[in-house]
């Protein structure tokens, strides 16, 4: 199989996609978000989650993209396939998880991984996980947060030097749902050609690599409240077609603006997991963008 990744928006053609059966009576509660929503008593049912999640592969497959599954491991939340490896350019990365009771997803995806040339695992001390890794053209940005360490970040640089720019940004890690950014991907989202998403208090400093690349023009500003909804975690099939929740309404209009049209799932149960249509996905060949 191909591995081509150097951005997260040019044209989808395969991707593996999680599985949200077989979850077990274990609920990890493994970041804020979830660990709140579980103590109201709102945890979602398996059958919900399933029927989220299997939409989101129709829409997929709807669109021409190729989509492979992870092995089932018993008992395991098996949802969040982005966060288990990652693809730049032609290099694969499997993830080392911050989580041990996330590290046994790393190996379903073997049987998919095997068939790569240019697979790459952390050395250990060195923990990295995708939701943190965006792929932008020459560069790469990786959140330093609860779940990446400097360690991953000097891995990444190691095996992509004279490839890539890799841009470390600390992220604001709190132990509150409605703030804690658990992962890059929860606070930038680049889409169609030029433009991202971008929840500034997600970040400890200004982010200043992304204004320089982007443009402050070109970045479309969430608030805290809709970054807890997950607005940046949205997922490009190409540059002008982006998966959202079906209750994104003002951000479906922004990005109408710019040219970009929007299919609409719910996914609003997986997204109390503390992870919606981004992380539940780990692109393995999309068509580059300049
Ligand atoms: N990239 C992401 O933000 N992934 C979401 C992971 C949610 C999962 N319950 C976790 O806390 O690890």
Redesign the pocket.
Known sequence: MKVNINSETGKLNTVILGIADDRGDIS????P??AEIAQKGEEPSEGVLIEEVEHFKNILEQNGVEVFRPENIANQ?Q??C??IGFGVDQDFFLAN???AN?QPEVNAIQSITSGLSQVHTPPQGAVI????VVVWKDHVFVGLGE?TNQQGVDFLKSVLKHKKEVVPLPLSVTNEGATNI?????AFQPVGTHHALIYKGGFQQIPNAIYDIFGEDNLIEVSQAEMYY?FP?VFSIHPELVVIEQSFERLSKELAKRNIQTIKTQYSNVSK????L???VCPIDRDDIS
């Open positions: 990890y509660l493994n970041n978000k979830h939340d949802i969040f982005r966060d998880m911050r989580k996330r996980e995708g939701g943190d779940r658990l992962h890059l991907d929860c997950m975690n997991l503390g992870g919606l981004r992380c539940s």
